[in-house]
Nanobody, 120 residues
Framework: QVRVVESGGGLVQPGGSLRLSCAAS????????MGWYRQPPGKERELVAA???????NYADSVKGRFTISRDNAKNTGYLQMNSLKPEDAAGYYC??????????????WGQGPQVTVSS
């Protein structure tokens, strides 16, 4: 009932930047929280960044000061701007949206997890 489409992955040199987008469509009354998760090889899965409908944000310590999450509620779209990228940032980045449907049912939906590669 809800489709989530991500874009913006790719290969970048250390110190470079990328921007990810996450667009949701379908049976959506409200999106409560949007965020990105990553799990690099040999590392535990972690919440990278999250943003509430009100605009409040939460970031992993490892990305504070480098990544910025934002959202456009009218477009049901979130954005993750990633600056000063490091090799340890390389991972699949999975968008998660917490959606309330038109009848009040709440569910979470995942994006496809485009790969971010950081290499010289």
């Amino acid at each position: 009932q809800v489709r989530v489409v991500e874009s913006g992955g790719g290969l970048v040199q250390p110190g470079g930047s990328l921007r990810l987008s996450c667009a949701a469509s379908g049976n959506i009354f409200r999106i409560n929280v949007m965020g990105w998760y990553r799990q690099p090889p040999g590392k535990e899965r972690e919440l990278v960044a999250a943003i509430a409908r009100s605009g409040g944000t939460n970031y992993a310590d490892s990305v504070k000061g480098r990544f910025t999450i934002s959202r456009d509620n009218a477009k049901n779209t979130g954005y993750l701007q990633m600056n000063s990228l490091k090799p340890e940032d390389a991972a699949g980045y999975y968008c998660n949206t917490q959606v309330v449907g038109t009848l009040g049912r709440a569910d979470s939906y995942w994006g496809q997890g485009p790969q971010v590669t950081v290499s010289s």
